[in-house]
């Protein structure tokens, strides 16, 4: 008995018509009939009622039908368990990363799962967070760190960081003496900001938006340290997230942006039914990024 003569016999139980079993199972006819007729004969039964216009079950075939199919998922699972195995020990792994942010858990889980899996060809590259969140909707990059306003609509996500915006402008700014800084105050002034596409950027243009402002962007810079250096020269306020802004106070002077309670958020964001290698690699992250479990 072979899984192939099971598959047809299923095919023409379910299909009730030779032809069409055969159209289903991509071989002649006669392949379907001749398969059957040698099943038959070692299980000594009769399995299909011929006689009719219809095929239909006997007794016999009934009995077996049930068996035929749990027979071939349970091949099904065994080639399924041997592929997602397969898949960890060779294959590509693309991970998409906002351009200018530098997070080491990424890196720390990134080398983990070499270590774990060195067969794994891991591919890195850094564009803006629309176009990752697109890229990993079309399947062309596994897993991507971006930042974003909200979840990115048709994928799974895990928020890494969610945080305030504030504002950054050198000593003496007019803005730097003030204890509670606004929006409408920030836009009063030359902007200096990440470029569009950026999940900061969304949040800053949305809570723009939501009261009637219109500011003026007069530098973008993709890269945190590049925004602080533009602000610092006095060339415009520059508008980050807190964790963007640390640790900068011996050359400006930050300020939480008291009315925009939207955070930026930066997150790990995938496809829903994910392959093996990107599960594991998911369960790096969630430990790299100190996530109780640690599982994905």
Known sequence: MELRQLEYFVAVAEERNFTRAAERVHISQSGVSA????????????LFD???????????????????????????????????????????????????CTVTPLFDALAGFHR????????????????????????????ALVGTAAAPDGLESLTIISERLVVVVPDGHPLASRRRVVLRDIAAHPIVCMPPGTGLRTVFDGACAARDLR????????????????????????????????????????????????PALLALVWRSGRSPAVRELLTHCRRAFGEPGGQA
């Open 35 to 46: 398969q059957i007729r040698q099943l038959e004969r070692e299980l000594g039964a009769e």
């Open 50 to 100: 011929r006689s009719a216009r219809t095929v239909t079950l006997t007794a016999a075939g009934r009995a077996a039908l049930d068996h035929a199919r749990a027979t071939l998922a349970a091949a099904g699972a065994v080639g399924q368990a041997v592929g997602e195995v397969t898949g960890l020990i060779r294959g590509t792994l693309v991970v998409g990363m906002v351009i200018g």
């Open 116 to 143: 774990a899996h060195p067969g794994v060809e891991i591919s890195l590259l850094e564009d803006n967070s629309d176009r990752l969140a697109e890229a990993v909707r079309l399947g062309t990059v596994d897993v």
């Open 215 to 262: 500011p003026r962007i007069a530098l973008q810079a993709g890269a945190a340290d590049a925004v602080v250096d533009l602000a610092a020269r006095g060339l415009g306020v520059a508008v980050l997230s807190e964790s963007m802004a640390a640790g900068r106070g011996d050359r400006v002077v930050v300020r939480t942006i008291d009315d925009v309670d939207a």
